[in-house]
């Protein structure tokens, strides 16, 4: 979906069907627990990265610029060919891409885990496939990337986690998949919901999720 179509889309839900609740913190995320599984905080600083999409890269990168231990999240696409990493490509949803955001973050200050409980409780909504909130298309999929062994058992481990205590009213749909490249995306995207405060879809989908962010998790929220 355009950008122009995504604030024509916020506004039509806003004026038709009232407020937008395209993330998981309308649903039950209070629930939702920690990893049983998880990386140890490390003993030093370091600089290491993961790559999750769920929906569009403008909410999912507000929400971990707000997080504790994140030194960077960067818009971009993942899952399909160097050639179509393209916005108005992409957004045909042929491309094999996910609109993605790339994370990286200080071991010593948060944990993969930690990263993960964020993205499962505030970031989106899992349980939706090819779609998130108004936009529609399997470039709207939730995904986590993996890079190494660590990770994927990470993850895996969660969504059985989550899956087996039943958090969510549906089933988990995320894909856990080997990250075979990142494509940053245009300039123009990037820092878009801290460059764009007004715009609708901005205020109705994704302000919310940072909202969330700095209710349920106070200790894991950096003021930026």
Known sequence: MSSFLRVCAALFILTFAGTIACNAGEQSVAAVPKPAVDAPIAASKGKQSVVVAGGCFWGIQAVFQHVKGVTEATSGYSGGAANTAEYEVVSTGQT???????????????TY???????????????????????????????????????????????????KARIFPRPIVTQIVPL?????????????????????????????????????????????
């Open 96 to 110: 094999g891409h996910a609109e993605s955001v790339k994370i990286t973050y200080d071991p010593s200050q948060i």
């Open 113 to 163: 885990g930690q990263l993960l409980w964020v993205f499962f409780s505030v970031a989106h909504d899992p349980t939706e496939l090819n779609r998130q909130g108004p936009d529609t298309g399997s470039q709207y999929r939730s995904v986590i990337f993996y890079t190494n062994d660590e990770q994927k058992r990470i993850a895996e481990a969660y969504v059985a986690q989550l899956d």
């Open 180 to 224: 075979k490249a990142f494509y940053p995306a245009e300039a123009y995207h990037q820092d878009y919901a801290a460059h764009h405060p007004d715009n609708p879809y901005i205020v109705y989908n994704d302000a919310p999720k940072v909202a969330h962010l700095h209710q349920q998790f106070p200790e894991l929220y950096a003021g930026k």
